[in-house]
Nanobody
């Protein structure tokens, strides 16, 4: 099955930026059951939450907490999904994951990439 590998996380000061990448071993949207991909994050002691999505036709949506600061995109070959994160805040600190937004279509979770925003 398609493997997902997240990268691009790191330590950044508040107000800084990071660009996360989700690389797939195959074309994500060639899988019929996947209509949308999303970026999720999980902070210590919290449930994993969905922060941004992109659908097969390129439509995007964002959680209120990141709206106006984060941008989700994908490459032309559909092998990589990106999350551009600007104006980062300490509350953005979490492990970030990518996966399909529909539960039944989800692939195996990757290890995620740690984002730490210092104040």
């Amino acid at each position: 099955q398609v493997r997902l590998v997240e990268s691009g996380g790191g330590l950044v000061q508040a107000g800084g930026s990071l660009r996360l990448s989700c690389a797939a071993s195959g074309s994500i949207f060639s899988i019929g059951s996947i209509n949308g991909m999303g970026w999720y994050r999980q902070a210590p002691g919290s449930q994993r939450e969905l922060v941004a999505t992109i659908t097969r036709d390129g439509s995007t949506n964002y959680a209120d907490s990141v709206k106006g600061r984060f941008t989700i995109s994908r490459d032309g070959g559909k092998n990589t999904v990106y999350l551009q994160m600007n104006s980062l805040k300490p509350e953005d600190t979490a492990v970030y994951f990518c996966n399909a937004v529909t539960l039944g279509a989800r692939l195996t979770w990757g290890q995620g990439t740690q984002v730490t925003v210092s104040s």
